[in-house]
Nanobody, 127 residues
């Protein structure tokens, strides 16, 4: 049974930082690229960041570029999202998702291409 479990969310003031973790089990983690998405109240889910299965390639939404960094530790079956200089507009439920990837550096921003999803973790940024 595949499970993705996010953690690390919480309440932070604008300008602060949080690090989200996504721990995976039940799959060969190094075969999966991972994406981060978020959904704010009343809004559609949007792409945030993605990392290739090898960890050698990443891509970010323009809204978070330069502030967020994603990384992975395949030995620990975990992906991280370091979020710095947080803004109130970053407030959302953050989800990680995994998709099997044939190519080590392959990336996608399309949520429909991800096979497994976590339950989400709430991030709230106060002004």
């Amino acid at each position: 049974q595949v499970q993705l479990v996010e953690s690390g969310g919480g309440l932070v003031q604008a300008g602060g930082s949080l690090r989200l973790s996504c721990a995976a089990s039940g799959l060969t983690f190094s075969s999966y690229a991972v994406g981060w998405f978020r959904q704010a109240p009343g809004k559609e889910r949007e792409f945030v960041a993605t990392i290739s299965r090898s960890g050698g390639n990443t891509y970010y939404a323009d809204s978070v570029k330069g502030r967020f960094t994603t990384s992975r530790d395949n030995a620990k079956n975990t992906v991280y999202l370091q979020m710095n200089s947080l803004k109130p507009e970053d407030t959302a439920v953050y989800y990680c998702a995994a998709r099997v990837s044939a190519w080590p550096q392959s990336l996608t921003t399309r949520s429909g291409e991800y096979h497994y999803w976590g339950q989400g973790t709430q991030v709230t940024v106060s002004s």
